[in-house]
């Protein structure tokens, strides 16, 4: 199956079911308190908290059909704040940085019955995945909790499962708040969710499958989330009854993608099924083994010191594939890398990027190079990238070029320090970070290859020192042009100017 065919044959399964297709929002999320679009909902809060009418028929761009019943692909990124799966990346094959939520909701129209049931004729049905291979996951309260045990979504399932001559009891997992509870913030729109997680190995063992559920175990995965919000959480604890109740489903597009990559149909299923075996990610995959000259074989470490060389080469593709999408979707939504908030993010995450193409033996300046594959792959579902194409490339270059100028020094000191010791000073990681532009967190995943770690609390107060000196004193600024091969010290954000005029710039502080 191809990954296009999949994202299709949800948006027609939904728009059959009276649902109106957006399109998805931008990366860069209206609300304030967002680092990243990171779920398929964000666009919708409007709605949910009563501000906005539903009326997504008369959306931009929009496939229309019911005000009240909305569909999509949405760009999500989850590398900060609330959801930061940026860890977890290359090291398991089903946590990307940017992936595709695909999501299906309901402004006060339908509920469980309909929602969860669709759900589970768009995967047994229409997709043909056994359902033994499947797992629900239902809301139930810890004693003394004020909410309520799940009891429809619990009977829903029951009947799903036994239909199929399956055990419910041994299909339906009992969840805490922590997995299967849903909340804005500590007051407002909340209810419960029910998870749908897939048994990855094809011995189809409905015992060992359940084990996997919520393990963290690639045994089983989740694969897609419906939250139903019926509850208003109020200040002294309590929860009343919404007058509206909606459903705000999401399910990860690459996950579903990874379970039949390079499968004839819905009724095949891949050996061993990963995110990355998708298509989507074939022509980045293509590139890099191109450039690196090294064989991607697929596997994943179980531990994060002591790889070998093929887990270490492994990871660094998956790594590559992943962070390309990311920095390249973000610049296309006008998130520029730079030196604060989720601008630092993307920073970071390139930079990250750059230090795993070294595993490869890859010098600075390929990464830009990844674009073009993920313009290939993306483009048709997210034109923005190909408009924004050559601006993404020249982003990429110029950051590529700065930090290319003091990556080899700060990994030839970071080397030196490391030997024989236990910890890395705080002292270290903070010269690593002011002068060679390496990000705490890239030092810290240098530290723990190497089973160290970082002392963070006195890099935290080196860099409290740096700022009150900030504060004190009146800073001379050189601006030098980035293209004159200058020692950068610093790098200032790259300012976003508008997609015609971009100006990137680098400063040495004196
Ligand atoms: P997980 O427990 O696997 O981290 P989650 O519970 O954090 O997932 P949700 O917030 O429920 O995820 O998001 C809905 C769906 O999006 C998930 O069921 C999963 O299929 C997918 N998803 C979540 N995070 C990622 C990610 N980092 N990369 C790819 N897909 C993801
Ligand atoms: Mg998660
Ligand atoms: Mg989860
Ligand atoms: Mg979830």
Redo the contacts with the bound molecule.
Sequence with gaps: MTSAEIRQSFLDFFASQGHTIVPSSSLLPDSPGLLFT???MNQFVPIFLGEKAPNVASWAGARPAKDTRAADTQK?I?AGGK?N?LE??GYDT????????L?NWSFGDYFKQDSLTWGWHLLTKVWGIPAKRLFATVYAPKPGDPSEFDTEANAIWTELFKAEGLDPVLHIVHGNRK?NFWQMGDTGPCGP?S??HFNLLVDDNEVEGRKGV?S?SPRC?????H?FIQFNANADGTFSPLAAKHVD????????AGIYANTKGFTDFAPEPS?YSADVFAPLFAKITELSGKTYLGTVPTKREGLTEQEITDVAFRVLADHARTISCSIADGIMPGNEGRNYVIRRILRRGILYGTKLGLKTGFFEQLVAPVVLSLGSVFPELVERQDIIRRVIKSEEESFGRTLDRGLAIFNKAAVGASVITGALAFELYDTYGFPLDMTQLLATERGLTVDTEEFERLMEEQRNRGRASTKKEIIVAATEGADTTEIKPTQFTGYLSLTTETTLID
């Design positions: 990171n779920a398929g999500c989850r959801h799966d977890d990346v089903y946590h990307h940085t940017l992936f595709e939520m999501g997995d969710c998870e749908i919520n963290s995965i989740e694969i897609w989330n939250v489903t999401g399910m990860g597009f690459e996950r579903v995110n």
